[in-house]
């Protein structure tokens, strides 16, 4: 199994230099991630820029409902919240990709003289790919090819580029991301070092990663319950969990018990050590959880 080339961060983690990508399964995923990173570079002293048809006061993250005064930051250049006939179309209202270059030039450009210390700027392109007479994705993997060009060796400039992961194909989505050196998502839910649970959409669940041990029972309970309240099926990704205690375990069947009789907890991605131990007690003894999506091998594993 090949390691991929591109880094994944947290929006938290985003920094001058990474052309970032964000291919979101819903408003929930897409406002959780671009919501912080707008609103940071409010808080911090850096010029934001998102292109959209969109007005300001409906940005994810911003608005009366977060305590963002969008006017106010407008009015003194921090926000700028541009058209996308402005921003990257053409007379006859096509997609031109110079002129998003351009724009992109311009704004930072624009600034390193204003005083800024660094531009986020951030589009979602979904609708060159959803709308009639869409645009031939060899454009678009042309333009972000220039775009990371641009955004890369800059000291100033960072960017997310979104799109909603139902506007393509699977086949165009992946060439669209591997344009990107950067995978961006949802901040932890939880992060100390030794366990680590990330909020994840599609599926509905949870990522857990690192070791669940009685210290931290309460917390995972806690994140376990808010995410079962969606009322939808809760998948559970342990790829990188390596240790779960059989308090864990009985922690799981106890929460499984809450859900609606026809649904299960269902865990994906089991490694192998997590797995035995399951084995130990008795799938049968824990009722309410499911066997989810088997496990990708590494190479390492293989040879074991």
């Given at each position: ?103 992109i030039g311009r704004e930072v450009d624009a600034a390193f003289g204003q005083g800024f210390r660094a531009v986020r700027l951030t589009t979602d392109y979904s609708w060159l790919l959803s709308e009639p ?172």
């Amino acid at each position: 199994m090949e390691t991929p080339w591109f880094a994944k961060r947290p929006v938290k983690d985003i920094r001058p230099g990474d052309h970032s990508w964000l291919a979101y399964s819903g408003l929930e995923e897409r406002d959780r991630v671009i919501g912080p990173f707008v609103r940071e570079g409010l808080e911090t002293n850096e010029k934001v820029v998102y292109v959209t048809d969109a007005p300001a006061e409906l940005l994810p993250g911003v608005g009366p409902r977060h305590g963002v005064d969008v006017h106010a930051y407008s009015r003194t250049g921090q926000l700028r919240v541009i058209s996308r006939r402005d921003a990257c179309l053409d007379r006859r209202g096509a997609f031109e990709p110079g002129r998003m270059l351009e724009t992109i030039g311009r704004e930072v450009d624009a600034a390193f003289g204003q005083g800024f210390r660094a531009v986020r700027l951030t589009t979602d392109y979904s609708w060159l790919l959803s709308e009639p007479g869409r645009s031939d994705i060899a454009e678009m993997l042309g333009c972000e090819h220039r775009v990371g060009d641009a955004v890369s060796p800059s000291t100033m400039a960072m960017a997310i580029c979104q799109i909603d992961r139902h506007a393509c194909p699977p086949d165009e989505l992946a060439a669209l991301r591997d344009t990107h050196e950067v995978l961006v998502e949802v901040d932890p839910e939880f992060d100390d070092g030794i366990l680590k649970t990330v909020r994840t959409f599609e599926p509905n669940g949870l990522r857990v990663e690192g070791e669940l041990d009685a210290a931290r029972h309460q917390v995972f309970a806690e994140q376990l319950a808010q995410v079962c309240l969606a009322r939808r099926r809760v998948h559970l990704d342990f790829t990188d969990l390596g240790f779960i205690d059989l308090g864990g375990l009985n922690l799981l069947a106890q929460q499984a018990t809450v859900l609606p009789a026809d649904e299960a907890l269902v865990l994906d991605h089991l490694p192998p050590d997590v797995e035995n131990v399951i084995e130990m007690v008795g799938w049968h003894r824990l009722p309410g959880l499911e066997r989810g999506r088997e496990r990708a091998f590494t190479e390492t594993e293989g040879m074991a």
